[in-house]
């Protein structure tokens, strides 16, 4: 009797980082290379360079990752109107202060995941829980809110009040970050892992780290079946993500890091904004007194062109008023000879 043949089965396990930022960002320090560097030596698969509204940084991160064994996926942190999203896998900027949505359709066109980071948190420009219900309420999914929905989503909804599911689709998230380890407390991402559960998004967990020991506090492990490590591209992490082949794992940062961070960062945040202020001011003053220079050069100019022009007209009305004078003489003469 012939053996029977089990087919065998590969799945592969990956741990990737989807949320870290580099130098790029106004509130973090390293340069990718040794963020590249680290992530590779505490053994994750791919670390995701998410900075502040800025891409290249992270380019430049996903085609170096091969370098160092890593799969290189790039991404970023927009800021939407309602509050941050994770565009990860896009390779180019995203448009800021747009609607959330919109920005998801966005990430979604350009073949992204849409990650929503830290949500509810409004100290970290997390989304709030009322934009998210109005993406849900578009799809009349019990339990959400009613409140009014973005006009952007309301086109998801057809003619007869019903859904249309693919629209819908482009501008529904991809995906939670359930855990993100820069928190003084576990309630905000106990909150967002009961949302995500709630609505049936796939949770994430990431470092969010701004400095290179963090790197890798907090990742998502993804089971990937039927694939090997010849398979592994960034295109297959990014299905995993969308497919909910997620584990949470990792652990929070200690509270002083966190107050030490927050601390820097909002006086770096100041320092930044102040130095654009002054920037912005000197640019101006620049402005205001090229400007006024102009003005001045162009009253001097006006001025000497009324000037020339009003003593060319006093030597003309001279001239005319001689030779009347002198026509009136000469009308005269005959008249005084008479008398």
């Known amino acids: 009797m012939p053996a029977r043949v089990v087919p065998i089965t590969v799945s592969l396990t990956l741990h990737i980082d989807p949320h870290v930022h580099s130098e790029a960002s106004y509130d973090a320090t390293d340069p990718v290379e040794l963020i590249l560097e680290q992530a590779a030596e505490i053994g994750l698969d791919a670390v995701v360079i998410t900075d502040h509204d800025v891409i290249e940084e992270s380019l430049r991160a996903a085609e170096l990752a091969p370098l160092y064994g890593l799969v290189g996926i790039p991404g970023v942190e927009v800021s939407t109107a309602e509050g941050h999203l994770l565009a990860v896998g896009v390779e180019e900027m995203p448009p800021k202060r747009r609607p959330y949505g919109e920005t998801i359709e966005w990430v979604h066109d350009h073949g992204g995941v849409a990650i929503v980071p830290h949500p509810f948190q409004r100290s970290r420009h997390g989304v709030r829980k009322r934009a998210l219900d109005a993406l849900l309420a578009a799809d009349g999914e019990p339990g959400a809110s009613t409140e009014a929905v973005d006009p952007a989503d309301a086109e998801a909804v057809t003619a007869d009040g019903g859904a249309d599911e693919e629209a819908l689709a482009v501008r529904t998230p991809d995906a939670v970050e359930v855990y993100n380890s820069w928190l003084f407390t576990g309630y905000k991402n106990r909150r ?3 949302f995500a559960d709630a609505h049936g998004y796939p949770g994430v967990a990431a470092s969010d780290a701004h400095s290179l020991s963090l790197v890798g506090r907090a990742y998502t492990e993804l089971t990937i079946p039927d694939a090997t490590r010849a398979d592994l591209d960034a295109s297959l992490i990014l299905d995993a993500i969308r497919g909910g082949s997620t584990e949470v794992q990792g652990r929070r940062t200690p ?22 202020g002054a920037l912005r001011s000197g640019k101006a003053a620049k402005a205001g007194a090229m400007l006024s220079g102009k003005v001045a ?43």
């Open 192 to 194: 967002a892992r009961r």
């Open 297 to 339: 050069k162009t009253g001097a100019l006006l001025g000497g062109r009324a000037a020339k022009t009003s003593a060319a007209l006093g030597r003309r009305y001279a001239v005319l008023g001689a030779m009347r004078g002198a026509r009136l003489l000469s009308n005269l003469s005959p008249l005084s000879r008479s008398l």
């Open 255 to 276: 509270i002083p890091v966190s107050a030490r961070h927050y601390a820097i960062g909002a006086a770096r945040q100041s320092g930044y904004y102040a130095k654009l």
